[in-house]
């Protein structure tokens, strides 16, 4: 199974990036997808996740400002970054799990990685 971010890059304070994790080689309409977060020098964090039924939760820190959608025709799911901070730079990754559900802790419980993008914003 492979995992692969896209869309990241640039963008000002208060405005808004979509990124995009294709997934293929598995059955991607019976995974959970977890969308995770690492900036320079702090640990991997959870941003938010979607289950396999499609219910979905997110971090505080983004709660109201991020929504995360699945596309099962595709193999894709999208994380939309709205009112976006400064504190918000960091490698964003998605991940897997096999089981329908995603880890909001033990993070590294996930089944499969994809390898990150990065997302700056500047003030």
């Known amino acids: 199974v492979q995992l692969q971010a896209s869309g990241g890059g640039w963008a000002q304070a208060g405005g808004s990036l979509r990124v995009s994790c294709a997934v293929s080689?598995?059955?991607?309409?019976?995974?959970?997808m977890g969308w995770l977060r690492q900036a320079v020098g702090k640990e991997r964090e959870f941003v938010g996740g979607i289950s396999r039924s499609g219910g979905t939760s997110y971090a505080d820190s983004v709660k109201g400002r991020f929504s995360i959608s699945r596309d099962n025709a595709k193999n894709t799911v999208y994380l939309r970054m709205t009112s976006l901070k400064p504190e918000d730079t960091a490698v964003y990754y998605c991940?897997?799990?096999?089981?329908?559900?995603?880890?909001?802790?033990?993070?590294?419980?996930?089944?499969?990685w994809g390898q990150g993008t990065l997302v700056t914003v500047s003030s």
């Open positions: 991940a897997a799990e096999r089981g329908g559900h995603y880890y909001t802790r033990n993070l590294a419980n996930h089944d499969y």
């Open positions: 080689g598995g059955t991607f309409s019976n995974y959970g």
